[in-house]
């Protein structure tokens, strides 16, 4: 086809296709869509009147009309996107929901709980939300989405009435570490907290901030360890960053001996590492001198830190189970929620406390 042939005036359309291409509208919306029984001869005939004519695909917003979605869902994370993506955790659950959401033809909408995105929970063109990790302040926002009928999925979140929930048994595995501890005769332990919110700075666990607390999560993992240890304290943390870990390590340990604790109980690997760099500074040795363990199971970089004491938690099939449980739920297939369970793993960063001075 010349130049001179080529539609002169607005988008190119997949009719103006179809007929360069000497088929039908349906065959040449096939052969995009890949959905049908089309030839690979016939697939490349209207591939190469699509590129003659400048013609990219149809239109996603006609589809939408025709599917009557907008084929989104929306990834609602508790943090900013920049703090979000330092956390392996956070992208392995990503991964998940891709893994189930893309093959589905889903896009994701990354939104977070802080800032002006809030309100696009309210009119953001939206077919379901997920919810990773928010805190106890998103109520009013999910009961909005809740009534444009959009459903609502979340990850690690406390119960709310609407929302399926994804769940993690944080408060028993912080447990299981804990017991872990005090089995082998720990008694001076510490926490290193993931940010508890409203307000993000370092600062000691205190009766009034855990009251306070939004972050449901962290606020879980810390009563699991309450159940052993009683109304242990620590530092909380602006994140799980292993320079975090680093700055509560310094604020525990840089004290006299007789007011360190023997151990630490790092609510995130990444946390750990970082406690264990600040004691390595410190002159400590882990375990000799300091027990660590974190929370998480992913692979930390830091040598030191490699063989952690952790729970492994399925971060990857949490976020493949929320998107199967959306899909059901636009499908309105019957779908429950569910909980998935951390295991265990016994490193070399743990032993018995040391032995009191002389």
Request: glycine fraction near 10%.
């Amino acid at each position: 086809m010349s130049p001179a042939e080529k539609p002169d005036v607005g988008r190119p359309t997949l009719a103006a296709v179809a007929r360069a291409a000497g088929v039908s509208a349906s065959t040449a919306s096939l052969a995009f869509s890949g959905a049908g029984p089309v030839s690979p001869a016939t697939r490349d005939r209207v591939l190469a009147a699509a590129a003659e004519l400048g013609y990219g695909g149809p239109d996603p917003r006609a589809r939408s009309l025709r599917r009557g979605r907008s084929g989104i869902v929306g990834a609602v994370i508790e943090s900013s996107l920049s703090d979000a993506f330092r956390d392996p955790v956070n992208v392995a659950m990503l991964d998940g929901l891709a893994d189930v959401t893309g093959p589905a033809d889903y896009s994701l909408l990354l939104l977070t709980e802080t800032g002006p995105e809030r309100s696009r929970l309210i009119d953001a063109p939206l077919d379901a939300v997920v919810l990773f990790g928010c805190s106890l302040r998103l109520d009013e926002s999910v009961a909005v989405v809740r009534r444009r009928g959009i459903p609502v999925v979340s990850i690690e979140a406390r119960a709310m009435e609407g929302v399926l929930d994804i769940g993690l048994d944080n408060l028993d595995a912080s447990r299981t570490l804990a017991r872990h501890l005090h089995d082998l005769g720990h008694r001076r332990v510490a926490v290193v907290s993931l940010q508890l919110g409203p307000t993000r700075a370092l600062g000691p666990i205190t009766d009034e901030r855990v009251a306070s607390g939004t972050t449901y999560i962290a606020l879980q993992r810390l009563a699991g360890v309450r159940e052993v240890f009683g109304r242990v304290g620590g530092v909380v943390t602006e994140g799980s960053w292993t320079s975090e870990g680093y700055r509560a390590g310094l604020a525990l340990l840089d004290v006299a001996p007789a007011d360190r604790p023997t151990a630490v109980i790092a609510q995130s690997d990444l946390l750990a590492s970082g406690v264990i760099a600040a004691a390595a500074e410190l002159g400590l040795e882990v375990p000799r001198d300091l027990s660590v363990v974190g929370f998480d199971g992913i692979r930390l970089d830091d040598p030191r830190a490699a063989d952690l004491t952790t729970m492994r938690q399925p971060a990857v099939e949490k976020g493949r189970a929320a998107g199967r449980a959306l899909l059901d739920l636009l499908s309105g297939a019957p779908v429950e929620s569910t909980s998935f369970t951390s295991t265990f793993r016994r490193g070399s960063t743990t032993g018995p406390p040391p032995l009191p001075a002389d």
